[in-house]
């Protein structure tokens, strides 16, 4: 299978995921909409997952564990 | 004709009143007029606070008598973009229709900041619905109508923060208060004329203030001068229990920061992208305006996604916020949601591992842009690409991937939490302002505020006027 049609069966499968959580809320044109937003996610998303990172390169987010008293 | 005290800085207002030629009380039915009268003109008024402005005022004024100075801001009035909490039955809208009638029982902590510094809140000032976290595309996206900039009343002041825009430019209020999650301060900074500062992250508690996006959401000032924003920011800034985020250490407000040397800033290569002549031509001058202080270099920063690793934040972050509001069809009632390639509805589709693989980069990124800006005091780019665009067309593509393709400067100023300042660099064609922004490192507001400082000592753009609207 090409890259381009794995990246369509994603874009698919995640356009699903939100047509089952929220497709009653929503008219065929505006799932039209949700559908041409996840395509053009797409496109967010493939230059972060073809950025290398080693191993040890940590989420920039901080936790601390919590202790009340 | 313009009443006098109007328009005038921060530092002159409090010099005026120090010295009795005006009383905290008149200072703030001045403005309470003002707004009352041109607020609905620029759609750019959510609700007058005339008695509560009225209750600091009689405060401070009886204070100032008796010779009890709480600082700069005693006596000056002020607005709040309408995602602030504020008690006593003040209406918080978030600018959105399905709260129109959300109330608070608490003050979100800037308003009781700046009130304890005896600034009288004049209002609640309009704003694009939830901050512009549903994905608008369109300016009619306000509770309060289209906002309409001062310059020119067919085009409009920019979002989010565009009623504390619109205010301050037109004189209704001597600062206001605006919140950024990428571009709300700056952008109607920038469309209005104004000076307005994006502080670091953390430099302002957010306690209080509707979230959009927890680890890029900032609250800051819009003013007349880089000065009125230094003076505003000291007194917002300082640790708060009740948000984590901030900062423990204070920001102190140094007017007379100077390196003891030519300041150094960086132009990053090809960051002014499409710019539009007059912004491009304006940028160049201040450029040249400036060299007699400082010297420019081109900077090249590594290849990293730094569009991409914001808007994934975003993404993620507002969807989650509002995931609630997801569920139950809120957005169905928002009158400016792009539902064409930006529907808030495809937030949710990002998988775990995608958004994780952004925080890392996010680090990778803030650590890479620190070690280029180490070399410098700040970095310098056209504050936007274009002036004002007209309030009854979309202002930007449809396309999600679109969303900040255009901007560099504010993907890496969000993303890294770092302070920067837009002050007007001049007018296009059509007598519309442009601004040029200055970014510098996390916690140097001291230093970008006196670049700021000193190409407004350069030039004259900051004193240009709007006409008076014709009401």
Redesign the interface.
Known sequence: MTTDANNSLEQDLLFAIVKERYGHLLTGEQLDGVRTAIIGQRDVFRPIREHRLTNDVEPFASFTPFRGD | MVNSFVFKPIRELAGLIASKEISPVELTQTFLDRLEEFGPHYNSLVALTAERAYRTARLAEADIAAGRSRGLLHGIPWGAKDLLATSGGIPTTWGAAPFRDQQFDYDATVVSKLEAAGAPLAGKLAMIELAGGMGYIHPDASLTGPPKNPWDTGRWTGGSSSGSGAAVAAGLVPFAIGSETWGSILVPANNCGLAGLRPTYGRVSRYGAMALCW?LDKLGPLCLTADDCGIVLETLSGPDPKDGSTHPQPFSYNPDFNPGRRFRIGIISGVMGEAADAVRENFETAVSVLADVADFEEVRLPE??YV??T??VL?VESASAFEDF??E?GP?ELSGT??????P??R????AT?Y?????????I?REVDGVMSGYDALAAPTAMNTATPIDEEFRSR???SAGAGDLMGSIGNGCGLPSISVPSGFDGDGLPTGIQFMSRAYDENVCLAIAREYQARTEWHRQRPPEPIT
């Open positions: 680890t990293l996604p991409e690793v808007s994934t993404m997801l569920a069809g169905l792009g539902w064409h390639g930006r529907s509805y495809a949710p589709a990002v998988l995608d994780i693989k952004a925080l890392r980069l996010r680090g990778v803030a396309s999600m991937t």
